[in-house]
């Protein structure tokens, strides 16, 4: 019964060491963006695709949430998806540029032809 005891009570402790570890690395984390999100990105010169492209939160905001909510190691995976996400709605803005670029230049073309 005794090694019982001392068994539950060491896996106690681990488990408060962890959820103090994920406490500590979510409350960094989450500074660390925050920090990002004053200091850097409005100088970076551009904003979030996703965000542009289709509404709603910067990927900094969503991971910064995500890791608020489901720890360092869950928003890591959570973050790279939406990262692939966040390039293809870079892609589809870019194609929309160019789009609107070469129907501009045509409209000029026929514009100064009449």
Avoid: W
Avoid at 9 to 22: G, V, Y
Avoid at 36 to 60: D, W
Avoid at 78 to 99: D, G, Y
């Amino acid at each position: 019964m005794g090694s019982y005891l001392n068994d539950r009570l060491a896996n106690n402790r681990k488990k408060m060491q962890i959820s103090l570890f994920d406490s500590f690395t979510r409350q960094i984390s989450t500074t660390a963006i925050t920090g990002y999100q004053r200091h850097i990105s409005p100088h970076k010169g551009f904003a979030c695709a996703h965000r542009v492209l289709y509404g709603g939160e910067s990927c900094s905001e969503y991971i910064k949430g995500a890791i608020a909510q489901d720890g360092l190691k869950r928003a890591l995976i959570k973050s790279r998806e939406r990262f692939l996400a966040c390039k293809q709605a870079n892609q589809i803005l870019h194609s929309q540029t160019e789009k609107e670029r070469t129907d501009r230049g045509r409209g000029e073309r026929t514009k100064g032809t009449s």
